[in-house]
């Protein structure tokens, strides 16, 4: 049968390594957590760059999108025709005129035909004709941007779905490891309680004393009196 002393110090031991295993479950769901935030800070990170990767084509797309519809008619009043000037006035349209008008003539002057009034029909008509082609050509080209823009929308948005998901994921890690924690140290100081008390269960019965005993006792203190002769008790 062991001691008191052994009683009490194996209550003491088990206290301290209870504290010990609590500590170790703090420390353990600190690191878990603080590697979830970390996680979840380089997913954030990671889908900002992205972001800032697509944000040209996206910036391009929307302005490019406005245009087609306002050439088809679909934007503001006086939008349409804003669009058919801007491009009979481009550089690209009127080189172009320019360049085909003289094809013509020259044909015109070598066939001797210069005044004739087939030429006068192919200059009226190669102009429209050019534009229309230009125009055609400026509605395609806009679709191409139209088209990026959407595709790297897209991206951008299933980039943030795919770090959203696995924030989320991270996020409930952490917690995890929070509340594992919080329940590895209740169970070790519920664990040190009990070792307490069963340490000093075992003193007391070892003892033959009370853990209550001198509580409630009606026995008056002994009085002292401080004298020159030395401390006498009085009552």
């Given at each position: 049968?062991?001691?008191?002393?052994?009683?009490?110090?194996?209550?003491?031991?088990?206290?301290?390594g209870s504290s010990m295993q609590a500590g170790?479950?703090?420390?353990?769901?600190g690191a878990q957590s603080a590697a979830a935030m970390a996680g979840v800070a380089e997913q954030r990170r990671q889908f900002d760059e992205i972001r800032k990767l697509l944000q040209p084509y996206t910036e391009a797309g929307a302005p490019a999108l406005a245009a087609q519809q306002a050439m088809l008619g679909l934007g503001a009043t006086g939008a349409e025709q804003a669009q058919i000037e801007a491009v009979r006035r481009s550089p690209t349209f009127q080189a172009l005129l320019k360049?085909?008008?003289?094809?013509?003539?020259?044909?015109?002057?070598?066939?001797?035909?210069?005044?004739?009034?087939?030429?006068?029909?192919?200059?009226a008509q190669f102009a429209p004709a050019l534009l229309a082609q230009e125009l055609e050509n400026r509605y395609t080209k806009l679709g191409g941007l139209t088209s990026l823009g959407?595709?790297?929308?897209?991206g951008v948005g299933t980039a943030g779905s795919a770090a959203a998901g696995n924030i989320a994921t991270l996020l409930g890690e952490?917690?995890?490891a929070q509340a594992a924690g919080a329940l590895g140290q209740a169970q070790a100081y519920g664990g040190a309680l009990s070792g307490l008390s069963s340490g000093l269960g075992q003193y007391y019965g070892l003892t033959g004393?009370?853990?209550f005993s001198?509580?409630?006792?009606?026995?008056a203190a002994p009085v002292f009196d401080l004298t020159s002769s030395g401390m006498t008790q009085v009552l």
């Open positions: 049968m062991p001691d008191p002393i052994t009683a009490l110090i194996g209550g003491g031991a088990t206290l301290l170790a479950a703090e420390e353990a769901a360049s085909g008008e003289e094809s013509i003539l020259s044909k015109a002057s070598a066939t001797g035909g210069l005044r004739g009034g087939n030429v006068q029909a192919a200059l959407q595709q790297s929308a897209a952490s917690g995890a004393k009370s853990l001198g509580l409630g006792s009606t026995t």
